[in-house]
């Protein structure tokens, strides 16, 4: 008997779940049970979309700010800046211009 990957439930445990469904609910019923399992698992996946959306506009903010404070950092010749060398660069522009 081929076996579903999903819970490892297989096509006669499948049938014997439904067929339990239709015993307990009737037929008139299993509509509207649809129906509603259909609007949760999309109120489900909307909110999972909702906060994948948020999770990822927060990271994106978080790389702006990463990104500014870098640009920042780059161009301000502090000293005790890695990235320039400040005064002691200009001093020795100007002594071996002169």
Do not use: C, H, W, Y
């Not at 509603?36 to 790389?63: C, T």
């Not at 780059?74 to 990235?83: A, I, L, R």
């Amino acid at each position: 008997m081929p076996v579903l990957l999903f819970l490892d439930i297989s096509f006669g445990e499948i049938f014997i779940v439904i067929t339990v469904i239709f015993i307990i609910f009737g037929p008139q019923k299993i509509p509207e049970l649809a129906r509603k399992f259909g609007k949760g698992l999309r109120e489900i996946k909307k909110a999972s979309s909702e906060v994948q959306r948020e999770i990822n506009r927060e990271v994106s903010n978080f790389k702006t700010d990463v990104d500014m404070e870098r640009m920042v950092n780059e161009s301000d010749p502090k000293p005790g800046n890695k990235n320039s060398e400040g005064p002691e660069k200009d001093k020795k522009e100007i002594e071996e211009a002169g």
